[in-house]
C-alpha cells in the first residue's frame, strides 16, 4: 500500500523526535530514502492490525471486553485522515451499520487503532500504619477515641473507619470512631482498622496494639478450706426465715478473698432467729483474722447470745422489755435510762452477750488456748412490731454498723463502731467490757420507730467497702443506695438455682477489700425498695 510523503515524514517523526525538538526535513528524508522507510513502516502497521485483530478474538472469547483488550497495547503509529476513513468505512462493511462518530466509550473492533491512550484510573494510595493503643484492664470498661490518634499520623483523617478484627479484645468501634467495650481478654492483642475514603476505597489500613492488664480480680485464688482443720466451717453459708407479720429475714455469711486466696477458714459468723414472744433477732460477729482460732470465737458469741435470747425473751422478760422500752420512750426524758428499763435489759441483751463471752472463756480453757485466741466482735439487734411502734434494741462491741431503714429514704445508725488508732483496730468481746458497768450499758441503744422499712446488722467486710466516710454511715441515703442493690438479692432463690442471689451479692469487688462478708437483715415481705413519702420516730 502506497502513502504521501507526508505521512511518512510525520511516521519518522513520532519516532525519533524528543518534546521541543524537530527533525530537520533533510534528515527525515535520509532515514526515508537509506532505510527503505516507507516499506518497513507499511510492513509494520500491516503486522500490528493483523495482532490486534487476533488479540480481539482471543479476548472476546474468554469474556473480556475489547475495550480492557485493547487497553494492553500502545497506541500505534498515526494514520492519514484518508486511511481511517477507509477503515471505518471498510468496517462499517462488514458490520452492516452506517458510519458512526467513534466515543471514547466506544470499544475497538477487529482492526480498529485506538486514536490516543486511555485515561488510567486513579488509584488510591493505601497508607499503612502500626499504632499503640493505652493499656485496657481485662474485665474494666475501656474507651479511647481513634481521631485522637490519627490526628498525629494523617494531615486528613479517612471518611469513614470500621473495625476488621478486634483481636478477640471483645471491644467495637463507635461511629464516632470511638473503641469501647469491657475486654475479656489478658495479655497483647492485635486490632485491624480500616479508613475509607468517600467513594468507600480503603485509604489506610491501621493496626493496634493492645496490652490487656490481667483483671486483680482474676490474681485471687479461690482454694477451700481444710474441712479437717480445728474448728472447721464452710467457707459460706445462708439461712432464711420469716418474721412473721409480713416480715422476712436473711444471713448471708461468706469468706473473704484474702482467706480464700490462702486456703484459709471464714472468721465471720451470722445468725438470725424469732422468739415465740414476736422478737426478731439479728447478731453477727467478726472474728479477728489474727487471731488463730477467731472463727470459732465468732460462732460461740452470735449463736450461744443467740440461744440465750430465744430463751429469755419467750418468758416473761420479752414482754417485760416491751412494756418497759415503750413507756421509757414515751416519757419524753431519754438521757438517761430508767432503773424499770434496766433491770429487763439486764435479763435479756446484758445477760445475752455476757452468755456468748462466757462461751468462749470456757472453750478457750477447755482447748488449752489463750482466750484471745477466740477474739471476735459482735453486733446484737432484737425487733419487734407493736401497735405502738417498732421497737428496736441493739447491742454493738467492734466495728460494723446497725441501721434501721424508714420511710421518706431515711435511715438511722444504731451503733457506734470502736476504732482505734491505726487502720483496722477496733475492740473485742472480751473480760474488761463487763467490768464496766455504765459502759456496758451505754452500748445498748433503744429506740422506736413509727414505721420501719428494713433493718441491716453487717461486720466491716461490707461496710467499709459500701461506705468511704463516716459521714456516708450517717447519711440515709447512702443506705438506701445500699439496700436498693441489695433488695433483689434478699428475694428467696427458686428451685433451679445453684447459689443463692444473697452469695452473689457478697461476692462484690472493690479493690483493698477482701474480708469476710456478713449480713443479716429484716425486711418487708416486698422487697424493692420506694420513696414512700415522709416519716418520723416517735416522741
Not at 231 to 249: F, I, N, T
Not at 488 to 516: C, G, I, K, M, T
Request: glycine share 8%.
Amino acid at each position: 500500500m502506497k502513502h504521501s510523503q507526508d505521512y511518512y515524514h510525520r511516521v519518522i517523526s513520532s519516532l525519533f523526535e524528543k518534546p521541543g525538538q524537530r527533525l530537520p526535513d533533510q534528515l527525515i528524508e535520509r532515514v526515508i530514502q537509506e532505510t527503505n522507510g516507507p516499506t518497513l513502516i507499511d510492513e509494520f502497521r500491516e503486522q500490528f492490525k493483523t495482532t490486534m485483530s487476533e488479540h480481539y478474538k482471543q479476548s472476546k472469547e474468554n469474556g473480556t471486553k475489547a475495550e480492557e483488550a485493547g487497553s494492553a497495547f500502545t497506541p500505534g503509529l498515526p494514520i492519514s485522515d484518508s486511511e481511517e476513513s477507509a477503515v471505518s468505512e471498510h468496517h462499517n462493511a462488514n458490520t452492516g451499520n452506517a458510519p458512526q462518530d467513534r466515543s471514547a466509550d466506544v470499544p475497538l473492533q477487529p482492526g480498529d487503532i485506538p486514536s490516543e491512550a486511555p485515561a488510567e484510573a486513579s488509584v488510591p494510595v493505601v497508607a499503612t500504619r502500626t499504632e499503640s493503643l493505652p493499656n485496657g484492664r481485662s474485665g474494666q470498661p475501656y474507651d479511647v477515641c481513634l481521631d485522637e490518634l490519627l490526628n498525629e499520623l494523617l494531615d486528613e483523617l479517612p471518611a469513614k473507619l470500621q473495625l476488621e478484627d478486634d483481636g478477640g479484645s471483645n471491644l467495637s468501634l463507635s461511629d464516632d470512631h470511638r473503641l469501647q467495650g469491657t475486654p475479656t481478654a489478658q495479655g497483647s492483642l492485635q486490632l485491624k482498622v480500616q479508613g475509607l475514603d468517600e467513594q468507600g476505597e480503603t485509604v489506610l489500613e491501621l493496626t493496634l496494639k493492645l496490652a490487656l492488664i490481667p483483671s486483680s480480680r482474676d490474681l485471687w485464688k479461690n482454694l477451700p478450706s481444710d474441712p479437717d482443720a480445728p474448728y472447721a466451717k464452710p467457707d459460706e453459708e445462708v439461712d432464711r426465715l420469716s418474721g412473721g407479720d409480713g416480715w422476712q429475714m436473711a444471713m448471708g455469711s461468706q469468706r473473704g478473698r484474702s482467706h480464700a486466696h490462702r486456703g484459709g477458714q471464714r472468721d465471720d459468723h451470722g445468725t438470725i432467729a424469732r422468739a415465740t414472744s414476736g422478737w426478731n433477732v439479728l447478731i453477727v460477729g467478726d472474728g479477728a483474722g489474727s487471731c488463730e482460732y477467731a472463727r470459732q470465737g465468732s460462732l460461740l458469741a452470735t449463736t450461744v447470745a443467740r440461744d440465750e435470747l430465744l430463751s429469755s425473751l419467750a418468758a416473761n422478760e420479752g414482754a417485760a422489755l416491751e412494756a418497759a422500752a415503750l413507756a421509757w420512750w414515751k416519757g419524753g426524758d431519754r438521757s438517761r435510762m430508767s432503773q424499770a428499763l434496766l433491770i429487763p435489759l439486764q435479763q435479756t441483751m446484758i445477760t445475752a452477750v455476757h452468755a456468748g463471752h462466757r462461751a468462749i472463756t470456757e472453750e478457750a480453757k477447755a482447748s488449752g488456748h489463750p482466750a484471745k485466741a477466740f477474739s471476735t466482735t459482735l453486733l446484737l439487734a432484737l425487733h419487734k412490731e407493736t401497735p405502738d411502734g417498732h421497737i428496736v434494741v441493739t447491742f454493738g462491741i467492734g466495728d460494723g454498723a446497725v441501721a434501721a431503714l424508714y420511710e421518706g429514704r431515711q435511715a438511722q445508725m444504731l451503733t457506734t463502731a470502736d476504732s482505734g488508732q491505726h487502720a483496722g483496730q477496733t475492740r473485742f468481746l472480751d473480760a474488761p467490757l463487763f467490768q464496766e458497768a455504765e459502759g456496758l450499758y451505754q452500748r445498748v441503744k433503744i429506740n422506736v420507730f413509727s414505721s420501719l422499712e428494713a433493718l441491716i446488722v453487717a461486720t466491716d467486710g461490707l461496710t467499709d467497702p459500701k461506705f468511704t466516710s463516716d459521714n456516708d454511715m450517717h447519711d440515709g441515703e447512702s443506705w438506701w443506695a445500699l439496700y436498693d442493690e441489695l433488695a433483689p438479692a434478699l428475694a428467696a432463690p427458686n428451685d433451679d438455682s445453684e447459689r443463692d442471689p444473697l452469695q452473689d451479692y457478697l461476692s462484690f469487688f472493690v479493690e483493698r477489700h477482701h474480708d469476710d462478708r456478713t449480713l443479716a437483715v429484716l425486711y418487708r415481705d416486698s422487697v424493692m425498695p420506694a420513696d414512700m413519702g415522709d416519716s418520723e420516730a416517735l416522741v
